[in-house]
């Protein structure tokens, strides 16, 4: 998980810049990505947490085999389920509220069985391992958007 800490470090030193926006790149603000990986996170985790590791069935998926060969989430292609959309006012204190929350959560992965799964709407049941690179790569994908915003 010290990718996943690194990138989490990374949305953290971004907070301060929670109001900035460049429409050229996201029609969002930066803090709206924070939170959304925030909330995917914590959504996520949880249903690690609440899944039967004995309903686990390995399954064949192109999409997520293509996504995780490709170690990228594609631009602009996929909606996000309503359930992990900000919702309300984004702001310095609420973000970091969240962080704190979210640092906690990711301390409990290690804990699960490997197969505690998480039901993926696209890229189907997702194990410990998967669900594991499945954060990475969701949470790399905003930190980029992040970045593309503070270049531009």
């Known amino acids: 998980m ?3 800490d690194k990138l989490i470090h990374e949305l953290e030193s971004n907070i301060k810049n929670f ?3 460049n429409t050229s790149v ?3 603000a930066i803090g709206w990505h924070i939170d959304h990986c925030f909330l995917i996170i914590s959504r996520v985790i949880s249903a690690l947490e609440k899944s039967n590791p004995a309903d686990f069935k390995p399954n064949f998926s ?3 085999m293509l996504v995780f060969a490709t170690n990228t989430v594609p631009r602009g292609k996929i909606k996000a389920p309503d359930v992990v959309l900000p919702q309300g006012e984004i702001s310095e204190k609420s973000l970091k509220e969240h962080l704190e929350k979210v640092k906690a959560k990711i301390l409990k992965i290690e ?3 490997k197969n ?3 039901p993926h ?3 189907n049941d997702l194990n410990v391992k998967q669900t594991q690179k499945f954060l ?3 949470t790399t994908h905003h930190v980029k958007i992040i970045r593309d915003m503070l270049k531009k």
């Open 2 to 4: 010290q990718k996943l």
């Open 19 to 21: 109001e900035v926006t």
């Open 26 to 28: 996201s029609k969002v």
């Open 62 to 64: 192109w999409k997520r």
């Open 111 to 113: 804990e699960f069985p």
């Open 116 to 118: 505690s799964f998480f």
């Open 121 to 123: 709407p696209f890229l």
């Open 136 to 138: 990475v790569l969701h």
